[in-house]
């Protein structure tokens, strides 16, 4: 398992506490590898005869912690739709797993509050049916991250839809619409669970069905094929005719013709040229790091192979 800028999660604060103990690292213990956890990891390989990349991979972990091998990547075992949805959560958010999966932001577009890997929402009314679905399968665990508000999620989620959303107004700040405590901790530590990250994957199966689509429409078949078009769909919606037609005599050029990274470059750069002005070099810099299988998005290295188990293997 790889940790670097924009990982998340126990690894990471695992790494944080030995690095603090060693005086290196003097930031908050919080599982999120920012600047200040790389430089004090690169201090670290410095020290220790390493390659000062900032990146704590086997050799570094090893060495941190007396020999001691890193931890299994789970992630890597799980369904090619849940490595999907956490790549494309990981763009959304900038941070890895499993906060990814507890994406959350106010009610700045008007849908009173939005939650998860692909930000369902109380307005549009796709958020509500993820909640019941979790007190249905887990009120255990759902009662047992809300504690005493439990009660008030369960009655805001039994009442009309003009209710929900004044009620999540009056839980954010109305300039600002950022969520106040303690519900921003409580909706991402319900993110954070398996439980809840099973529950989004379920609910994004029709976006992994309309990317299956769109690989079979373009004749590409691999992981990062599959990852590409989850991300075009979730992102951009789909292709339209005008920007298939011009991928489709990029097609024409590329020797061989089943190079199957030159076709996703050439999808890649096709529906960026097709994005709004302002949004075209973003769109494109995220869609060709899934082309090519790395890359750097909002200043975060990503490698999908590494950290995501995402390659150029057939989709199964």
Known sequence: MI?????????????????????????????????GVESAVKAFQAAHGLAT???????TWKALFDGEAPPVDQLASAPLLHRCLALTGAFETSVGVPDCFAGLAGDFDGQGLS????????????????LNEMITQHEDVLRGLFHDHFSELQGMLASRRDLQLEWARNIQD??????????????QALGRTPEFQAIEVEHAS??????????SRFDVSSERALALMFDI???????????EAKIREDFATIAPADDEVARL??????RAEASAPAFVEDVRVRKLTIANGSGTVHGISWDLEAQFGIGLRRAA
Do not use: M
Not at 207 to 215: E, I, S, T, V
Not at 265 to 270: K, P, S, V, W
């Open 265 to 270: 470059r050439a999808i890649a750069n096709r």
């Open 53 to 59: 990349d900032g990146v704590v991979g086997e050799e």
């Open 174 to 187: 109305p300039r600002r619409h950022a969520i106040f405590e303690p519900w921003k901790g409580l909706f």
């Open 115 to 130: 939650f998860g890997v692909v930000q369902w929402n109380l307005g549009q009314g796709t958020l509500q049916p993820l």
């Open 3 to 35: 940790f670097s800028l924009g990982s998340h999660g126990d690894g990471v604060r695992r790494i944080e506490t030995r690095l603090a103990a060693l005086n290196l690292y003097t930031g908050a213990i919080d599982g999120s590898y920012g600047g």
């Open 206 to 215: 029709a976006l992994h069905a309309a990317a299956q689509n769109l690989c």
């Open 233 to 243: 769909r979730v992102q951009n919606g789909s292709i339209d005719q005008k920007t």
